[in-house]
C-alpha cells in the first residue's frame, strides 16, 4: 500500500494523510547516517513495514498497549530452556518463511524445515546403532539411511543431531529434573550410511500455556504439532541442513501449528509386529517397534 491509502474504514482527510506520511519519513531519516548499509535496510525496512501496519489496520492505542503488554509476556516467560520468542515466530509462519528465503531449492537437495524452540547443544553422542531415547517413552524406531551431496557422492562423516518428544508430547528439557532423553548425535560411516534407534514420533501440542498459547486459543487455532522427528546434519563444504522427517498417515499433516510440513519430508514409519527380527538383532521381546528410512542430500555450501 501507498503513504496515502486509506483504510475501509476511515476517509482519511489529505491533511491526515500527510502528517501520516510525513512521520514515516522523518523515522526513516533518522536512520539515514546508520554506516552499515545493511543494518540501514532492515531497520529502514521495519520502520516502512511496521507504519504501514500501523496505518493499514488504524491500530488504535488500547491495541498498542495489549500488543506492548503481550510482547513483554513472551519476554517474561523466555528463559534458558523456554524460547517463546521462537513460538512465537514458528507460529506465525516468520520461520518458515525465513528458512524458504535462505534455503533456495537446489538440485534434488533435502528440504529444510522449521528449527524449533528444543534443539540443545551438546547432545550426547552414540554410536551407529545406539538409542537416542534414554529415558523418553514410546515405541522403539529404527531409522536408517545414508548422507550424499547432490551428486550422490557418499558424505562421510557428516554430524547427525536428531532429537524428539516422548510419547507423552514432551522434550526431555521441559521436565524438571535435567534428564538427557530423546537426542543424540552420530556421524555418518564411510559410506555416508547411518542408523539409530529413536522412538515412533507423536503428535503433541507446542507449549500453550503462555502468550503464544493464549494468541492460539484466541485466534480458534490448535497449537498441535504433527508427528516429526528432528535433524540438523553438518559436513564440510555443504549446507547446514536444519530439518526434520514426518508420519505418514498423520492426520496433523495439513494442520501443523507452526507450518513445517513438506511433502518430500513425510515418511512411511512402517509398523513392525511384536517379535519381528531387528535389524541389528536387538531384543525387543513382545514388544512392536517401526522402521523408517530417510536419505539426506546436501547442497553446497554457498547456495
Keep these: 500500500m501507498s503513504d496515502a491509502t486509506s483504510t475501509t474504514h476511515h476517509d482519511l482527510s489529505p491533511e491526515q494523510q500527510a502528517r501520516e506520511a510525513e ?12 554506516t552499515s548499509p545493511r543494518l540501514r535496510e532492515l531497520v529502514q525496512g521495519v520502520v516502512t513495514h511496521l507504519h504501514a501496519f500501523l496505518r493499514d489496520v488504524r491500530l488504535t492505542e488500547e491495541e498498542w498497549k495489549q500488543g506492548i503488554d503481550f510482547l513483554t509476556a513472551v519476554g517474561h516467560i523466555t528463559d534458558e530452556r523456554r524460547q517463546e520468542f521462537i513460538l512465537l515466530s514458528d507460529t506465525l509462519g516468520a520461520s518458515m518463511q525465513t528458512i524458504a528465503i535462505n534455503n533456495e531449492a537446489y538440485a534434488d537437495a533435502t528440504e529444510a524445515t522449521v528449527f524449533g524452540p528444543f534443539f540443545v547443544e551438546d547432545a550426547p553422542r552414540i554410536d551407529l546403532g545406539g538409542d537416542i531415547a534414554g529415558a523418553a517413552s514410546g515405541q522403539p524406531c529404527w531409522v536408517e539411511g545414508t548422507v550424499t551431496d547432490t551428486d550422490g557422492n557418499a558424505v562421510p ?3 547427525i543431531e536428531v532429537w524428539e518428544a516422548d510419547e507423552d508430547g514432551f522434550y526431555d528439557v521441559q ?8 537426542r543424540a548425535h552420530l556421524f555418518s560411516d564411510d559410506e555416508g550410511r547411518y542408523h539409530f534407534w529413536a522412538i515412533t514420533p507423536t503428535p503433541y501440542p507446542i507449549p500453550h500455556d ?4 493464549r494468541m492460539l486459543a484466541a485466534t480458534g487455532r490448535s497449537p498441535m504439532r504433527a508427528s516429526h522427528l528432528h535433524f540438523m546434519v553438518t559436513a564440510e563444504g555443504r549446507r547446514t541442513l536444519v530439518t526434520h522427517i ?35 538383532g536387538r531384543d525387543l521381546a513382545d514388544t512392536a517397534w517401526s522402521r523408517v528410512r530417510f536419505d539426506i542430500v546436501l547442497a553446497p555450501d554457498g547456495v
Design 23 to 34: 512521520l514515516v519519513h522523518t523515522v526513516l531519516d533518522s536512520f539515514g547516517s546508520t
Design 246 to 280: 514426518f508420519v505418514r498417515g498423520d492426520e496433523l499433516l495439513d494442520k501443523d501449528s507452526v507450518f513445517g510440513v513438506k511433502e518430500s519430508l513425510v515418511m512411511d514409519f512402517v509398523e513392525q509386529p511384536a517379535g519381528t527380527p531387528t535389524p541389528d
Design 175 to 182: 521436565y524438571d529434573d535435567d534428564r538427557i532423553a530423546g
Design 157 to 159: 562423516g557428516a554430524r
Design 210 to 213: 503462555g502468550p503464544v498459547g
